[in-house]
Protein backbone atom coordinates (compact mmCIF):
# COMPACT_ATOMS: atom_id res chain seq x y z
CA UNK A 1 0.00 0.00 0.00
CA UNK A 2 1.46 3.38 -1.09
CA UNK A 3 2.01 5.39 1.86
CA UNK A 4 0.99 8.75 -0.19
CA UNK A 5 -2.29 9.44 -2.27
CA UNK A 6 -2.62 11.63 -4.86
CA UNK A 7 -4.37 14.31 -5.22
CA UNK A 8 -5.40 16.69 -8.02
CA UNK A 9 -6.90 20.21 -6.26
CA UNK A 10 -8.74 22.47 -8.51
CA UNK A 11 -9.75 26.23 -7.69
CA UNK A 12 -6.68 25.98 -5.78
CA UNK A 13 -6.48 29.54 -4.96
CA UNK A 14 -3.68 30.08 -2.54
CA UNK A 15 -3.60 26.42 -1.68
CA UNK A 16 -5.45 26.54 2.09
CA UNK A 17 -7.21 23.46 1.29
CA UNK A 18 -4.38 21.51 -0.77
CA UNK A 19 -1.60 22.15 1.98
CA UNK A 20 -3.91 20.97 4.71
CA UNK A 21 -4.60 18.00 2.55
CA UNK A 22 -0.89 17.82 2.24
CA UNK A 23 -0.47 17.63 5.63
CA UNK A 24 -3.06 14.56 5.81
CA UNK A 25 -0.57 12.40 3.87
CA UNK A 26 -2.03 13.78 0.18
CA UNK A 27 0.09 14.05 -2.72
CA UNK A 28 -0.95 16.93 -5.04
CA UNK A 29 0.25 15.64 -8.57
CA UNK A 30 -1.66 19.08 -10.43
CA UNK A 31 -3.59 21.90 -9.23
CA UNK A 32 -5.79 24.29 -11.19
CA UNK A 33 -6.20 27.71 -10.75
CA UNK A 34 -7.36 30.53 -13.50
CA UNK A 35 -5.94 33.72 -11.26
CA UNK A 36 -2.11 34.27 -12.00
CA UNK A 37 -1.70 35.99 -8.76
CA UNK A 38 -2.69 32.72 -6.85
CA UNK A 39 -0.66 30.63 -8.77
CA UNK A 40 2.41 32.93 -8.18
CA UNK A 41 1.58 32.14 -4.65
CA UNK A 42 1.22 28.37 -4.90
CA UNK A 43 4.93 28.58 -7.06
CA UNK A 44 6.22 30.76 -4.28
CA UNK A 45 5.41 28.15 -1.39
CA UNK A 46 5.40 24.45 -3.40
CA UNK A 47 7.84 24.74 -6.27
CA UNK A 48 8.03 21.33 -7.53
CA UNK A 49 3.79 21.34 -7.49
CA UNK A 50 2.90 21.49 -11.14
CA UNK A 51 0.29 24.50 -11.34
CA UNK A 52 -1.89 24.80 -14.51
CA UNK A 53 -3.12 28.35 -14.57
CA UNK A 54 -6.24 27.56 -16.63
CA UNK A 55 -10.09 27.96 -16.43
CA UNK A 56 -11.65 24.98 -14.75
CA UNK A 57 -14.18 25.21 -17.92
CA UNK A 58 -11.43 25.11 -20.28
CA UNK A 59 -8.97 21.97 -18.61
CA UNK A 60 -9.10 19.08 -19.93
CA UNK A 61 -7.62 16.22 -18.23
CA UNK A 62 -6.17 13.91 -21.06
CA UNK A 63 -3.76 16.56 -21.64
CA UNK A 64 -2.52 15.72 -18.46
CA UNK A 65 -2.65 12.44 -17.68
CA UNK A 66 -1.04 12.77 -14.10
CA UNK A 67 -4.51 13.80 -13.17
CA UNK A 68 -6.40 11.03 -14.20
CA UNK A 69 -7.46 8.02 -12.07
CA UNK A 70 -6.05 10.09 -8.95
CA UNK A 71 -7.25 9.03 -4.99
CA UNK A 72 -8.74 12.21 -4.22
CA UNK A 73 -9.92 15.27 -6.57
CA UNK A 74 -10.79 18.53 -4.34
CA UNK A 75 -12.21 21.36 -4.67
CA UNK A 76 -12.36 24.96 -3.20
CA UNK A 77 -14.95 26.72 -4.72
CA UNK A 78 -16.24 30.33 -5.50
CA UNK A 79 -18.72 30.68 -3.08
CA UNK A 80 -22.25 30.40 -4.24
CA UNK A 81 -24.32 33.37 -3.48
CA UNK A 82 -26.87 33.57 -0.44
CA UNK A 83 -30.04 32.11 -0.87
CA UNK A 84 -31.65 35.39 -2.17
CA UNK A 85 -29.43 35.79 -4.87
CA UNK A 86 -29.59 32.06 -6.81
CA UNK A 87 -31.90 33.48 -9.02
CA UNK A 88 -29.60 36.40 -10.27
CA UNK A 89 -27.79 36.48 -13.14
CA UNK A 90 -24.37 37.06 -11.34
CA UNK A 91 -24.64 33.20 -9.27
CA UNK A 92 -23.95 31.95 -12.19
CA UNK A 93 -20.27 31.84 -12.75
CA UNK A 94 -20.68 29.85 -9.20
CA UNK A 95 -22.92 27.15 -10.41
CA UNK A 96 -20.91 26.97 -13.96
CA UNK A 97 -17.67 26.11 -11.51
CA UNK A 98 -19.30 23.58 -9.57
CA UNK A 99 -21.59 21.85 -12.97
CA UNK A 100 -18.03 21.81 -13.93
CA UNK A 101 -16.55 20.32 -11.13
CA UNK A 102 -18.78 17.28 -11.19
CA UNK A 103 -18.39 16.94 -15.19
CA UNK A 104 -14.76 16.79 -14.49
CA UNK A 105 -15.26 13.48 -12.48
CA UNK A 106 -16.35 11.67 -15.33
CA UNK A 107 -12.86 12.08 -17.25
CA UNK A 108 -10.56 11.93 -13.95
CA UNK A 109 -12.47 8.73 -12.28
CA UNK A 110 -11.32 9.42 -8.38
CA UNK A 111 -11.89 7.11 -5.71
CA UNK A 112 -12.84 10.35 -3.49
CA UNK A 113 -14.78 13.56 -4.02
CA UNK A 114 -13.99 16.74 -2.27
CA UNK A 115 -15.97 19.96 -2.33
CA UNK A 116 -15.91 23.50 0.12
CA UNK A 117 -18.38 26.09 0.00
CA UNK A 118 -20.85 27.84 1.85
CA UNK A 119 -23.12 26.55 4.15
CA UNK A 120 -25.95 27.26 1.72
CA UNK A 121 -24.84 24.64 -0.79
CA UNK A 122 -25.39 21.91 2.13
CA UNK A 123 -28.82 24.04 3.81
CA UNK A 124 -30.97 26.03 1.56
CA UNK A 125 -33.84 24.68 -0.05
CA UNK A 126 -32.79 27.12 -2.82
CA UNK A 127 -29.95 24.80 -3.77
CA UNK A 128 -32.12 22.01 -3.88
CA UNK A 129 -31.67 21.21 -7.57
CA UNK A 130 -27.80 22.01 -7.97
CA UNK A 131 -27.77 19.27 -4.94
CA UNK A 132 -29.98 16.66 -6.90
CA UNK A 133 -28.06 17.03 -10.35
CA UNK A 134 -24.88 16.58 -8.10
CA UNK A 135 -26.13 13.89 -6.86
CA UNK A 136 -27.33 11.95 -10.12
CA UNK A 137 -24.12 12.44 -11.88
CA UNK A 138 -22.61 10.43 -8.78
CA UNK A 139 -25.02 7.85 -7.89
CA UNK A 140 -24.23 7.50 -12.12
CA UNK A 141 -20.28 7.30 -11.44
CA UNK A 142 -21.11 5.10 -8.80
CA UNK A 143 -20.50 7.23 -5.91
CA UNK A 144 -21.64 7.65 -2.78
CA UNK A 145 -22.08 10.68 -0.69
CA UNK A 146 -22.52 12.90 2.42
CA UNK A 147 -23.32 16.59 2.84
CA UNK A 148 -22.44 18.28 6.08
CA UNK A 149 -21.68 21.23 7.08
CA UNK A 150 -18.31 21.85 9.26
CA UNK A 151 -16.93 25.17 11.96
CA UNK A 152 -13.83 25.58 11.27
CA UNK A 153 -13.12 27.12 15.23
CA UNK A 154 -13.60 23.55 15.71
CA UNK A 155 -10.59 22.76 14.30
CA UNK A 156 -8.62 25.14 15.87
CA UNK A 157 -9.06 28.18 13.62
CA UNK A 158 -9.80 31.37 15.73
CA UNK A 159 -12.65 32.19 13.47
CA UNK A 160 -16.38 31.31 13.42
CA UNK A 161 -16.29 30.04 9.70
CA UNK A 162 -18.91 27.55 8.80
CA UNK A 163 -18.28 25.63 5.99
CA UNK A 164 -20.72 23.30 3.80
CA UNK A 165 -18.72 19.80 2.43
CA UNK A 166 -19.39 17.00 0.07
CA UNK A 167 -17.24 13.79 0.64
CA UNK A 168 -18.08 11.26 -1.95
CA UNK A 169 -16.40 8.25 -2.37
CA UNK A 170 -16.40 4.83 -4.79
CA UNK A 171 -19.04 2.42 -3.16
CA UNK A 172 -16.03 -0.10 -1.69
CA UNK A 173 -14.75 2.82 0.78
CA UNK A 174 -17.80 5.08 1.85
CA UNK A 175 -18.37 2.56 4.36
CA UNK A 176 -15.06 3.31 6.31
CA UNK A 177 -15.83 7.31 6.07
CA UNK A 178 -17.28 9.83 8.87
CA UNK A 179 -16.72 13.45 9.07
CA UNK A 180 -14.36 14.40 10.87
CA UNK A 181 -14.55 15.69 14.77
CA UNK A 182 -13.84 18.85 16.21
CA UNK A 183 -10.20 18.75 17.30
CA UNK A 184 -10.28 21.28 20.16
CA UNK A 185 -12.58 21.50 22.98
CA UNK A 186 -12.15 25.12 23.02
CA UNK A 187 -12.31 27.49 20.50
CA UNK A 188 -9.16 29.98 20.10
CA UNK A 189 -9.75 33.47 20.69
CA UNK A 190 -8.54 36.28 18.60
CA UNK A 191 -6.52 37.79 21.56
CA UNK A 192 -5.03 34.83 21.69
CA UNK A 193 -3.98 34.40 18.43
CA UNK A 194 -2.70 37.53 17.44
CA UNK A 195 -1.20 38.54 21.05
CA UNK A 196 2.48 37.56 19.87
CA UNK A 197 2.12 39.76 16.50
CA UNK A 198 0.84 42.18 17.90
CA UNK A 199 3.25 42.93 20.30
CA UNK A 200 6.21 42.22 18.07
CA UNK A 201 7.35 45.49 17.42
CA UNK A 202 6.92 46.88 20.95
CA UNK A 203 3.20 48.26 21.54
CA UNK A 204 2.58 48.24 24.82
CA UNK A 205 -0.65 47.91 25.13
CA UNK A 206 -0.91 44.65 23.19
CA UNK A 207 -1.65 42.74 26.02
CA UNK A 208 -4.52 44.50 27.22
CA UNK A 209 -6.02 44.54 24.06
CA UNK A 210 -5.50 40.95 23.49
CA UNK A 211 -7.26 40.13 26.77
CA UNK A 212 -10.33 42.32 25.79
CA UNK A 213 -10.45 40.65 22.26
CA UNK A 214 -11.85 37.45 24.19
CA UNK A 215 -13.83 36.28 21.01
CA UNK A 216 -13.62 34.25 17.85
CA UNK A 217 -13.06 35.96 14.49
CA UNK A 218 -16.20 36.73 12.49
CA UNK A 219 -15.82 35.08 8.64
CA UNK A 220 -12.88 36.54 6.84
CA UNK A 221 -14.45 37.23 2.97
CA UNK A 222 -12.19 38.17 0.38
CA UNK A 223 -14.35 40.25 -1.17
CA UNK A 224 -14.90 40.88 -4.84
CA UNK A 225 -12.01 40.85 -7.26
CA UNK A 226 -13.63 43.54 -9.03
CA UNK A 227 -14.03 46.69 -7.06
CA UNK A 228 -13.20 47.91 -3.51
CA UNK A 229 -9.86 47.38 -1.14
CA UNK A 230 -9.15 45.34 1.30
CA UNK A 231 -11.45 45.19 4.56
CA UNK A 232 -12.76 42.81 6.80
CA UNK A 233 -16.41 42.55 5.61
CA UNK A 234 -19.88 44.04 5.39
CA UNK A 235 -21.45 46.32 8.37
CA UNK A 236 -22.30 43.07 11.10
CA UNK A 237 -18.93 42.14 10.53
CA UNK A 238 -17.39 45.12 11.12
CA UNK A 239 -19.38 45.98 14.44
CA UNK A 240 -18.06 42.21 15.71
CA UNK A 241 -14.82 43.52 14.74
CA UNK A 242 -15.50 47.23 16.43
CA UNK A 243 -16.29 45.49 19.99
CA UNK A 244 -13.12 43.58 19.87
CA UNK A 245 -11.21 46.82 19.66
CA UNK A 246 -10.33 46.47 15.77
CA UNK A 247 -11.20 49.10 12.67
CA UNK A 248 -11.97 46.69 10.56
CA UNK A 249 -12.26 49.24 7.64
CA UNK A 250 -8.97 48.87 6.31
CA UNK A 251 -5.94 47.02 6.57
CA UNK A 252 -2.54 48.14 8.49
CA UNK A 253 0.75 47.87 6.85
CA UNK A 254 2.42 46.77 9.80
CA UNK A 255 1.88 45.98 13.58
CA UNK A 256 1.69 48.89 15.73
CA UNK A 257 4.87 50.00 17.39
CA UNK A 258 6.26 51.59 20.80
CA UNK A 259 5.27 54.87 19.92
CA UNK A 260 1.60 54.20 19.35
CA UNK A 261 -0.79 55.09 21.94
CA UNK A 262 -4.12 53.31 22.36
CA UNK A 263 -6.79 55.80 22.03
CA UNK A 264 -9.43 53.03 23.64
CA UNK A 265 -12.09 55.09 22.17
CA UNK A 266 -15.74 53.89 20.81
CA UNK A 267 -14.91 54.88 17.29
CA UNK A 268 -14.04 52.49 15.43
CA UNK A 269 -11.86 54.76 12.94
CA UNK A 270 -10.11 54.94 16.45
CA UNK A 271 -9.04 51.55 17.00
CA UNK A 272 -6.20 49.38 15.68
CA UNK A 273 -6.47 47.90 12.28
CA UNK A 274 -4.80 44.24 11.27
CA UNK A 275 -2.33 43.46 8.76
CA UNK A 276 -2.66 40.80 5.59
CA UNK A 277 -0.28 38.41 7.80
CA UNK A 278 -2.36 39.01 10.80
CA UNK A 279 -5.55 37.69 8.90
CA UNK A 280 -3.32 34.52 7.57
CA UNK A 281 -2.71 33.74 11.06
CA UNK A 282 -6.60 34.08 11.43
CA UNK A 283 -6.69 31.78 8.95
CA UNK A 284 -4.39 29.42 9.79
CA UNK A 285 -1.74 29.32 7.49
CA UNK A 286 1.06 28.10 8.61
CA UNK A 287 3.85 30.95 9.23
CA UNK A 288 5.88 30.12 6.79
CA UNK A 289 2.95 30.59 3.76
CA UNK A 290 3.98 33.36 1.91
CA UNK A 291 1.31 35.37 -0.40
CA UNK A 292 2.35 37.43 -3.73
CA UNK A 293 1.26 40.65 -4.87
CA UNK A 294 0.08 43.89 -3.08
CA UNK A 295 -1.58 44.01 0.00
CA UNK A 296 -5.27 43.99 -1.27
CA UNK A 297 -4.56 40.55 -3.66
CA UNK A 298 -2.93 39.14 -0.49
CA UNK A 299 -5.74 39.53 1.22
CA UNK A 300 -8.62 37.88 -0.71
CA UNK A 301 -6.23 35.28 -1.44
CA UNK A 302 -6.41 34.50 2.39
CA UNK A 303 -10.07 35.49 2.53
CA UNK A 304 -11.08 33.16 -0.11
CA UNK A 305 -9.16 30.20 1.02
CA UNK A 306 -9.68 27.04 3.21
CA UNK A 307 -8.61 26.80 6.32
CA UNK A 308 -5.79 24.38 6.04
CA UNK A 309 -6.69 23.00 9.70
CA UNK A 310 -10.12 21.97 8.11
CA UNK A 311 -8.09 20.78 4.83
CA UNK A 312 -6.36 18.23 6.93
CA UNK A 313 -9.05 17.15 9.04
CA UNK A 314 -11.07 16.34 6.10
CA UNK A 315 -8.05 14.48 4.61
CA UNK A 316 -7.48 12.47 7.22
CA UNK A 317 -11.07 11.14 7.12
CA UNK A 318 -10.82 10.48 3.44
CA UNK A 319 -7.55 9.09 3.71
CA UNK A 320 -8.69 6.36 6.81
CA UNK A 321 -11.75 5.70 4.36
CA UNK A 322 -9.37 5.03 1.61
CA UNK A 323 -6.83 2.77 3.31
CA UNK A 324 -9.45 0.95 4.28
CA UNK A 325 -8.83 -1.21 1.36
CA UNK A 326 -5.95 -3.00 0.42
CA UNK A 327 -7.20 -2.07 -3.16
CA UNK A 328 -5.97 1.61 -2.52
Same mark, same amino acid.
Given at each position: MNDRLDLVDVCSGAGGLASGLESAGFSPVLLLENKPQACQTLLANRPDWKVVCEDLVDFLPEEHPESLDVHLLSAGLPRVKSSAAVARSDSDQELRLLTATVYLVHSIQPRALLLENLPALVES??? !??? =??? #?? $????????????? %???????????????????????????????????????????????????????RDADVWASQASAVAPTLVGG???????????????? !??? =??? #?? $????????????? %????????????????????????????????????ARYRQIGHATPPPVGKALGASIATALRSSDSV
Amino acid at each position: MNDRLDLVDVCSGAGGLASGLESAGFSPVLLLENKPQACQTLLANRPDWKVVCEDLVDFLPEEHPESLDVHLLSAGLPRVKSSAAVARSDSDQELRLLTATVYLVHSIQPRALLLENLPALVESPAY !ARV =REF #VE $AELEHLGYRFCWF %VLNAADFGVPQERRQGILVALKKQWFHAFTPPEPTVGEHVPVGRALRRSMGARGWRDADVWASQASAVAPTLVGGSDNRGGADLGPSGTKR !AWA =RMG #VN $AGALADDVPGPEY %VWPRSDDPAQMVKLTVDQAALLQSFPPEWCFTGRKTARYRQIGHATPPPVGKALGASIATALRSSDSV
